[in-house]
């Protein structure tokens, strides 16, 4: 059952494809909430509210091609908001790891990493990347969450999309160009 078999019949109130969705997507919402919050009980309890707010909102999704895309932004959302409600400290803590290279250089230290317009650029930042992770074309938007978000490999992302690994190689490498591109461009537009 593809996606948008999967969203009309959970509109039509079907509990089983409602559990279908959630095996389904399971790993990247978890995944996802996981390397934000690193904690197993509370990336938890932010898994149940993640598909609670799906199934809510599900009649609210524009796109079926996106749902994988909406899943994320909906898991990256609540981890972020509960985050900065348990401990905003916490927060910017564990983000701020998760963003910077280990790169050895010790003068980042110095930044102020709870100002809030630290905390602006950062929200920013996020929602920038989202929204040009949003715009990918659909078969490279699914390879690329599939592989960075879920980690399965080429080779799994294959057999679940029925492509070659070439096919998935290729489709992941024109994501990262194209982001790149989406992003350097954004950035030196609004950075001057």
């Known amino acids: 059952m593809d996606d948008k078999q999967l969203i009309a019949k959970i509109l039509e109130q079907n509990d089983h494809a ?4 959630v095996e389904k997507y399971k790993k ?8 934000l919050v690193r904690d197993t009980t509370d990336a938890e309890d932010i898994f149940q509210d993640v598909f609670l707010e799906v199934y809510r909102s599900i009649h609210h999704l524009r796109n079926e091609d996106d749902l994988s895309a909406w899943l994320f932004k909906i898991s990256y959302n609540k981890a972020i908001s509960f ?5 905003p400290a916490r927060a910017n803590d564990l983000l701020e790891k998760s963003r910077l290279p280990e790169s050895g250089n010790h003068a980042i230290s110095f930044i102020d990493h709870q100002t809030p ?4 650029e950062e929200q920013e930042a996020g929602f920038v990347l989202y929204t040009a992770i949003d715009r990918l074309p659909e078969m490279q938007k699914k390879a690329l969450l599939m592989h960075k978000f879920e980690d399965y490999s080429h080779k799994e992302i294959g057999e679940m999309m029925q492509l070659s690994v070439a096919s998935v190689e290729s489709l992941i490498y024109r994501a990262k160009v194209s982001l790149r591109k989406s992003l350097y461009s954004y950035f030196k537009k609004h950075l001057k």
């Open 18 to 21: 409602f559990g279908i969705l």
């Open 83 to 87: 985050l900065r409600k348990k401990n």
């Open 117 to 120: 317009a630290w905390k602006m």
């Open 28 to 35: 990247l919402v978890y995944c996802a909430i996981f390397r």
